[in-house]
């Protein structure tokens, strides 16, 4: 059972702060990885990917990937009251599996003070 | 480009009555697939459809069929509802080669009396 783990917050961060956002999963062979965030009442939204290991930048929003120790981050700098949402952390299936599937992360809270 | 669009946004069903969620998407995307979504459990994948042609189980089929009706169609039928199924819907769907990021609807609110 495939599995991929997040911290469900709420994570309180105040305007402006460094909000850092982690997700471990269970399936070595993973090799993309995903940042949804979803607003209240929302669909999931795609706001990031990274497959290779080290730093992926994009405006405010920096991803990590550690695959030695099985880990993603997902940082948001100068946070913004817009940034209060969830975060969902998705793992794509191993090469291989055929299916394309991706295993979710129940996500995390963020709630981002004024 | 609409994307990714679910009919209908609301629905409320009595025990027992059925009912079909429609989806579709205008990306030309090969896979597509059907969620549900409740509180503390996260996205579940009900079904999927790697192509045009092919369906299979996910995580949590029991209770519901689905239909590739064409490559931009896919459909998600309730047979005889349950309060159980209550639930909000998301379709997605893939390009289904490279990295496979997925693109969600809207979502459809279920509510099963």
């Known amino acids: 059972q495939k599995e991929v783990e997040q911290n469900s917050g709420p994570l309180s961060v105040p305007e402006g702060a460094i909000a850092s956002l982690n997700c471990t999963y269970s399936d070595r062979g993973s090799q993309s990885f995903f940042w949804y965030r979803q607003y209240s009442g929302k669909s999931p939204e795609l706001i990031m990917f990274i497959y290779s290991n080290g730093d992926k930048e994009d405006g405010r929003f920096t991803a990590q990937l550690n695959k030695a120790s099985q880990y993603v981050s997902l940082l948001i700098r100068d946070s913004q009251p817009s940034d209060s949402a969830t975060y969902l952390c998705a793992v794509r299936d191993s090469p291989g599996a055929g299916s394309y599937q991706l295993t979710f992360g129940k996500g995390t809270k963020l709630s981002v003070i004024p | 480009n609409a994307g990714v669009t679910q009919t209908p946004k609301f629905q409320v069903l009595k025990t027992g009555q059925s009912m079909t969620l429609q989806c579709a998407q205008d990306?030309?995307?090969?896979?597509m697939y059907w969620y549900r979504q409740d509180p503390g459990m996260g996205l579940r994948l009900i079904y999927y459809s790697a192509s045009e042609g092919t369906t299979d189980k996910g995580e949590v089929p029991n209770g519901y069929n689905v239909s590739r009706l064409n490559k931009r169609e896919f459909s998600l039928r309730l047979e005889s509802a349950a309060p159980s199924q209550t639930s909000v819907y998301f379709c997605?769907?893939?390009?289904?080669?490279?990295?496979?990021?997925?693109?969600f609807g809207p979502g459809t609110r279920l509510t099963v009396l």
């Open positions: 997605a769907s893939s390009e289904g080669r490279s990295l496979g990021e997925q693109f």
């Open positions: 990306m030309n995307h090969n896979s």
